[in-house]
T-cell receptor, first 109, second 114 residues
Framework: TQLLEQSPQFLSIQEGENLTVYCNSS?????LQWYRQEPGEGPVLLVTVVTGGEVKKLKRLTFQFGDARKDSSLHITAAQPGDTGLYLC?????????FGAGTTVTVRA | EAGVAQSPRYKIIEKRQSVAFWCNPI?????LYWYQQILGQGPKLLIQFQNNGVVDDSQLPKDRFSAERLKGVDSTLKIQPAKLEDSAVYLC????????????FGPGTRLTVT
């Protein structure tokens, strides 16, 4: 059983569209991380959010940590084919990671 | 800087056989992790080492899985005997120390048990 629920499970959009993926839990985490994993590779850390209500922007990616530190969202503006991949959220407690099952994002050219 | 290295990249075995995976972490990283990622799921921590000592192996199925990091650098994970449900990608990750937020993952070993 995954501690973190991610939705949607799959997302397919056209290049240039926006998308949002969600990560929800009933547990409180000290921080939350987002990773992207491409086929045949390990997850790569995108961001760590630490403070409840925190918003971080990395170019076209916007990450938000819920006020209660139980949920998070990732928004991609003007998606590109290079954004295709599996997006994983991970709750951090005592520096240990609990991963969600991931959202598979496909951006069509 | 070289990343986390893992070998082999792929392995196919029959159930009840044994298999071993190897991991070489980023140079100087004291903490090493082994994760199991079953298709359609996120990675699940199997074992965490700090230097050559085990910090957490609470989710390691110890009746069939074993791991070691004898010299505090590279590590091996062994499964003996393998079951069909062990089919997964086995990821190795390392971090500078056990209080670091940043873990760096290797490419993984894809194991298929038939």
């Amino acid at each position: 059983t995954q501690l973190l629920e991610q939705s949607p499970q799959f997302l397919s959009i056209q290049e240039g569209e926006n998308l949002t993926v969600y990560c929800n839990s009933s547990s409180v985490f000290s921080s939350l991380q987002w990773y992207r994993q491409e086929p045949g590779e390990g997850p790569v850390l995108l961001v760590t959010v630490v403070t409840g209500g925190e918003v971080k922007k990395l170019k076209r990616l916007t990450f938000q940590f819920g006020d209660a530190r139980k949920d998070s969202s990732l928004h991609i503006t003007a998606a590109q084919p290079g954004d295709t991949g599996l997006y994983l959220c991970a709750g951090v407690t005592d520096y240990k990671l609990s991963f969600g099952a991931g959202t598979t994002v496909t951006v069509r050219a | 800087e070289a990343g986390v290295a893992q070998s082999p990249r792929y392995k196919i075995i029959e159930k009840r056989q044994s298999v071993a995976f190897w991991c070489n972490p980023i140079s100087g990283h004291a903490t090493l992790y082994w994760y199991q990622q079953i298709l359609g799921q996120g990675p699940k921590l199997l074992i965490q080492f700090q230097n050559n000592g085990v910090v957490d192996d609470s989710q390691l199925p110890k009746d069939r899985f074993s791991a070691e990091r004898l010299k505090g650098v590279d590590s091996t994970l062994k499964i003996q005997p393998a079951k069909l449900e062990d089919s997964a990608v086995y990821l190795c990750a390392s971090s500078a120390n056990s209080n670091s937020y940043e873990q760096y993952f290797g490419p993984g070993t894809r194991l298929t048990v038939t």
